[in-house]
């Protein structure tokens, strides 16, 4: 069964980091295109980041453009999100998601992906 498995959220403090991982178990990650998103209450699922099946296209939401990074590991079956700088605004539900797709880029959209993990809360608070 294919399956993705978040891990890394926690409690952080303004201007902290925390870095999330998205492990994959039944597939690996060669053909799939990568994306993060994430819901806050009352709030509806924004693209955070996404990064393409080759690994050399990102995108990042304005709103986190600079403070965000994400990276994939294949070997691994590993995306990873690394979140410095963190906000109260951040805080959220993340979840990571997987598009199977072999191309140039990736979509910021939540409809193109199939597979999605359970989430990880991030809570940024001091």
Known sequence: QLQLVESGGGLVQPGGSLRLSCAASGFTLDYYNIGWFRQAPGKEREGVSCISSSGGSTYYADSVK?????????????VYLQMNSLKPEDTAVY????????????????????????????????
Do not use: E, L, M
């Not at 600079?66 to 590993?78: E, L, Q, V």
């Open 66 to 78: 600079g403070r965000f990074t994400i990276s994939r590991d294949n070997a691994k079956i590993t």
């Open 95 to 126: 979840y990571c998601a997987a598009q199977p797709w072999v191309g140039s880029s990736c979509p910021s959209t939540a409809r193109p992906y199939v597979y999605w993990g359970q989430g990880a809360q991030v809570t940024v608070s001091s």
